[in-house]
């Protein structure tokens, strides 16, 4: 945000305010201060497009505590010109990235669905709608998602309403990507379309909410997902404050770390701040954890035996000999020498 | 395919379903193609995950159908999915195979290991080679197994040059190759030579290969391979060094059983059949 500072006593809209400046959004925390403080945590990031991400990440995200997570299908970043693009993609979200985190002992879910902006090609948005109920009913698909507005086009309206009637048949829960822009609004529409179809607001995962949906979210029922991603979206700061002030309940954080800058990181990071600030284990569980699991696991393909009887295995023995630990590679991070054998 | 094998499938899947899944897998399986497609995919969503046991007169009834056919150590899931597969009518070429291209197109990685567990049950055999190859290609590590280990395709389909591909994957992969159905019949004259290549960058960087490896070489040994005979008695792995002697007293070349007969101890130990590559299977 551009700051326009000037002497005025009666400061602009635009302006910072002293208070502001000493209580910033979103905070960055290095892993030698922090590490301690997350100890013994498990966390499950519902939200993160690993496609865009750095065996580095896994390894990071593996080390921090991070058990599981869902991929939800999303647009990647410029649009698809044929049906072929996007059945590889959905086939690499159940196939390859799934393999990838294996690897890196982190379990692997994703949701399927037809994302807003790729839903305003119309003709190539009626071949996708044609293939998805192939996707969607497959083994560590959790839900439809993410499904609902970008621009708020009669086109995205249609599809999203669509692919929830697809979710009712399947049984699935559905991750609702809420609009960058005119948010409030968008929310507001997403949660009417969902309810108006018929759909328990108890199987609905309302994402990148901020300060201003989240009450009407949790009040109508909905599940709340917060995306940690400083300057777009939330900072961790302002998130450790909706907790203080909503409780845990039906609250989840993610990262939705993708193609741009973002943080695979961000939840316990989020974590270690919560500590920080006093906030008990038992919510931080919650809203890290437990909560996303409760929420996607409707769908019954959560088993967390998957991931928690894992935890801290070896993986070399585990995910024996394969391409990512090529010729003895070691899967943990061993940044810190010079050799590279 | 035989109408047997369909049979004896299902008996083990009937030990290891309740009514309620058996009653499920039966009506998909006799369902239509698209149906039985879904049902393919939704496995999962229908079937307990358990690990299937197939006592040895069952698995010794799968081998005589099909020799080298083993489905111990699969989950029922992927049990069920094969068996489904069988159950799709094959009279009509185009439209058959049509269908189990859809189900490679989209499938995701546990599908792929059923799909390619199934070929050695598929109509049309010689359709599915490309697919075969391609698993080879995998980077997946269960993808390539199942086309890799315990598969009895391969060596009847691979040509040489596809079948030295999955071999030398195997062993690059530290993959154990005791598991791949067929190595010994499938031995030849290349891949010795290009193991021994593989052996010699593995030892410039510092690394080694397992010592079993070393039984595709015996039998086509020659004056180069001999160098890696010594080399690895000169080992300071006990392991290479039985290799060496295995693969010098199957060789009936010469120079390899005067090599040989330096090593009297090894030499005895291999002459009594107290030593065998089995010893170094692991």
């Known amino acids: 945000m551009c700051l326009n500072h000037n002497d005025t006593a009666n400061p602009s809209h635009f302006e910072q305010s002293e208070e502001a400046l000493n209580a910033p959004a979103h905070r960055d925390i290095a892993w030698n201060d922090y590490k301690d403080l997350i100890k013994g945590m498990r966390f499950f990031d519902p939200h993160i497009h690993m496609v865009s991400r750095t065996t580095d990440d896994y390894q990071a995200m593996n080390q921090a505590g991070i058990v599981a997570l869902i991929e939800p299908a999303f647009w990647v970043g410029q649009p698809r010109t044929g049906l072929s693009s996007f059945k590889d993609y959905y086939s690499s979200l159940v196939g390859w990235e799934r393999f990838r985190s294996s690897q890196f002992g982190i379990k692997h879910y994703c949701t399927m669905g037809l994302n807003s902006r790729e839903a305003n090609n119309e003709p190539l948005a009626e071949q996708v709608m044609e293939i998805l109920p192939l996707y969607i009913y497959k083994e560590g698909v959790v839900g439809v998602g993410e499904i609902g507005f970008d621009d708020q086009t009669p086109a995205e309206e249609k599809y999203y309403r669509l692919q929830l009637e697809l979710a009712k048949d399947a049984k699935l829960p559905v991750q609702v990507h809420t609009p960058h822009r005119d948010k409030k609004k968008g929310t507001e529409r997403s949660m009417a379309i969902a309810l108006e179809h018929g759909i328990d607001p108890s199987w609905v995962i309302v994402d990148h909410n901020n300060e201003e949906t989240v009450k009407s979210v949790l009040d109508q029922g909905f599940w709340a997902a917060f995306t940690i991603y400083p300057f777009t979206k939330m900072g961790n700061e302002r998130m450790v404050k909706v907790v203080e002030q909503y409780g845990p309940e039906r609250i989840m954080i993610n990262s939705a770390a993708d193609w741009g800058i973002s943080d695979p990181l961000a939840i316990p990071k989020t974590a270690a701040l919560m500590k920080m600030r006093g906030i008990s284990d038992e919510a931080i569980r919650l809203v890290t954890y437990q909560n996303a699991i409760d929420a996607f696991g409707k769908s019954g393909q959560i088993d967390v035996t998957d991931f928690e009887a894992a935890y801290a295995v070896d993986q070399t023995e585990k995910f024996h000999g394969n391409s990512i630990l090529r010729g003895g590679q070691q899967p943990a991070p061993v940044k810190d020498f010079l050799v590279i054998k | ?282």
């Open chain 2, 1 to 282: 395919m035989s109408d047997i094998i369909k049979q004896k499938l299902w008996d083990i899947i009937a030990h290891h379903t309740s009514d309620n899944e058996a009653e499920w897998l039966r009506q998909k399986g006799s369902s239509t193609p698209l149906e039985l497609m879904t049902a393919f995919v939704a496995a999962p969503r229908f079937l307990t995950k358990k690990i299937v046991t197939a006592d040895e007169q069952a698995q010794a009834a799968l081998n005589l159908e099909i020799p080298g056919f083993s489905v111990n150590g699969w989950s029922l899931v992927r049990l069920s999915r094969v068996w489904l597969l069988t159950q799709l009518d094959p009279s009509d070429k185009e439209e058959y195979v049509k269908n189990i291209e859809t189900l490679f197109d989209t499938a995701e990685m546990n599908e792929l290991v059923a799909l390619y567990s199934a070929l050695p049950l598929l109509s049309y055999p010689d359709q599915w080679l490309f697919r075969a190859t391609d698993a080879v290609r995998s980077n997946m590590g269960f993808v390539f197994d199942a086309i890799a280990l315990h598969n009895p395709y391969p060596e009847k389909y691979f040509s040489e040059l596809a079948w030295n591909q999955l071999v030398l994957k195997t062993i690059f992969n530290d993959k154990p190759i005791h598991f791949i159905e067929g190595l010994e019949n499938r031995m030849n004259e290349k891949l010795a030579m290009t193991l021994s290549d593989f052996a010699h960058e593995r030892w410039s960087a510092g690394r080694s290969v397992p010592a079993q490896v070393w039984r595709l070489v015996g039998k086509h040994m020659n004056a180069s391979l001999l160098n890696d005979m010594q080399h690895l008695f000169d080992s300071a792995n006990e392991d290479d060094r039985k290799a060496a002697a295995l693969a010098c007293a199957e060789s009936g070349f010469p120079s390899a059983n005067y090599l040989l007969a330096k090593y009297t101890d090894l030499e005895k130990t291999v002459k009594s059949g107290a030593l065998t590559w089995a010893d170094l299977e692991h």
